[in-house]
């Protein structure tokens, strides 16, 4: 089974970057997507971007696209979200998803793991 461990969040001002990694262990497919979704407090789990760990296509949402980057290195299972320009609304926690089939990837239902998340604060 695939586990995952997220790393590199904190706190950073509005305008700053920072890079998160996460490391997967286990078996990954050629179908394998795996992506980011954050959750802000009282707010729900959404959809930041994801990637095809075969041939590298990306998604994003429209609320990151231009500052975010989403990028894998297949020789160290790892996946990495380099984020440019926050903004006090990117302040949430971040996690890292493994979708199997690589179906429907700004569904959470579709994902069957999950990190357990590293805390994102941008201040202003």
């Known amino acids: 089974q695939v586990q995952l461990v997220e790393s590199g969040g904190g706190l950073v001002q509005a305008g700053g970057s920072l890079r998160l990694s996460c490391a997967a262990s286990?078996?990954?497919?050629?179908?394998?997507?795996m992506s980011w979704f954050r959750q802000a407090p009282g707010k729900e789990r959404e959809f930041v971007a994801a990637?095809?760990?075969?041939?590298?296509?990306?998604d994003y949402a429209d609320s990151v696209k231009g500052r975010f980057t989403i990028s894998r290195d297949n020789a160290k299972n790892t996946m990495y979200l380099q984020m440019n320009s926050l903004k006090p609304e990117d302040t949430a926690v971040y996690y890292c998803a493994h979708n199997r089939w690589g179906l429907a990837v700004t569904s959470i239902d579709r994902y069957d793991r999950w990190g357990q998340g590293t805390q994102v604060t941008v201040s202003s």
């Open positions: 286990g078996r990954t497919f050629s179908s394998t997507v």
């Open positions: 990637i095809r760990w075969s041939g590298g296509s990306t």
